[in-house]
């Protein structure tokens, strides 16, 4: 829904629980769209996650090709499965 934001809020108890709440954010006031479980007037520390941001599988396909012309791609998938024989590796030491 257009206006509404995940809030993640901390209370500040003893156990220092969290709890995951929707709120809605309108003209400066972040109203919570459920009963919170704590005393009237208590400060809370709220980290707002936002939706509107970039999602994490945007910023991957945005770096996705950023070393293009930097590396030889060929070479370095040879380099990877040579390492992985088991001929080139040392053998282990038991204690």
Known sequence: ?????KLL????????KMKTIKA???????KPLEKL???EGM???VVILNPLEESCND???????GWKGKINADKLIKDIY?????ANREFPKLS
């Open 37 to 39: 479980p704590v005393p």
């Open 43 to 45: 400060e809370l520390t």
């Open 24 to 30: 809605r954010y309108s003209r400066g006031v972040i």
């Open 82 to 86: 040579a390492d992985r024989l088991a």
């Open 1 to 5: 829904m257009a206006g509404e934001i």
């Open 9 to 16: 809020i901390t209370l500040k108890v003893q156990r220092k």
């Open 59 to 65: 910023l991957f396909l945005k770096a996705a090709g």
